[in-house]
């Protein structure tokens, strides 16, 4: 199993819409979580940090669930600037002063006009 | 933004010859990496410094060697390079005193025939 799983899409939908992508992690002791997003050809670029309280940066919502180990980012009134590959990044535990990511393969969104 | 730069942004080369890939910041974070990414596993951490001189093995450094002699600079060698390390190769750098932020360089396409 992946340390860290993501649904690879796309996500076709319309200008406008409300989009939720959901990323699961393995490690139950991970402490530290995070959205990247990568343009296509593209370095990728950190969207936000998730917080156990919940999130919210404009139109983009980010929540983690640890119980269910879980963490997702909801983006609301989708433009067609938000196509782009969402990456789900976690800190293990023991990440530490070295901080090594763990990245998801990402998920890929198509906002059509 | 850690003003991050690589070079080259593209490179072919053919099997067994040697590459080394420059990683070049301008912000004295103390913290860098060498990523890949590859279609289906996302970014694999290759190596990382955690200073001048230290070093130390990611998740993929196998054909790797890595060198930091300066605090704005990191190398990556590939000592022989093979068709599997075809890749996009990232580095990126992150500040010491807490700061988990990652900034990412624009990335080299490195094409071995």
């Known amino acids: 199993r992946k340390e860290v799983e993501q649904d690879p899409g796309p996500f076709n939908v319309p200008e406008g819409a409300t989009v939720a992508f959901n990323c699961t992690y393995s490690?139950?002791?991970?402490?530290?979580f995070f959205w990247y997003r990568q343009d296509c050809r593209k370095e990728p670029k950190l969207l936000m940090s998730?917080?156990?309280s919940g999130n919210e940066d404009g139109r983009f919502t980010a929540q983690l669930n640890r119980a269910s180990q879980y963490i997702s980012l909801l983006i609301r009134d989708s433009k067609l600037s938000d196509s782009a590959t969402y990456l789900c990044?976690?800190?293990?535990?023991?990440?530490?002063?070295?901080?090594?990511?763990?990245f998801g393969t990402g998920t890929l969104l198509a906002v059509q006009p | 933004d850690a003003g991050i730069t690589q070079s080259p942004r593209h490179k072919v080369t053919e099997t067994g010859t040697p590459v080394t890939l420059r990683c070049h910041q301008t912000?004295?974070?103390?913290?860098m990496y060498w990523y890949r990414q590859d279609p289906g596993h996302g970014l694999r951490l290759i190596h990382y410094?955690?200073?001048?001189?230290?070093?130390d093995k990611g998740e993929v450094s196998d054909g790797y060697s890595v060198s930091r002699s300066k605090t704005e600079d990191f190398l990556l060698t590939l000592e022989s390079a093979t068709s599997s390390q075809t890749s996009v190769y990232f580095c990126a750098a992150r500040a010491s005193g807490g700061q988990e932020t990652q900034y990412f360089g624009p990335g080299t396409r490195l094409l071995v025939l």
């Open positions: 998730v917080y156990s």
């Open positions: 490690n139950s002791a991970s402490q530290s």
């Open positions: 990044v976690v800190i293990p535990s023991g990440g530490g002063a070295t901080n090594k990511l763990i």
């Open positions: 912000e004295n974070h103390r913290y």
């Open positions: 410094s955690y200073g001048v001189k230290d070093t």
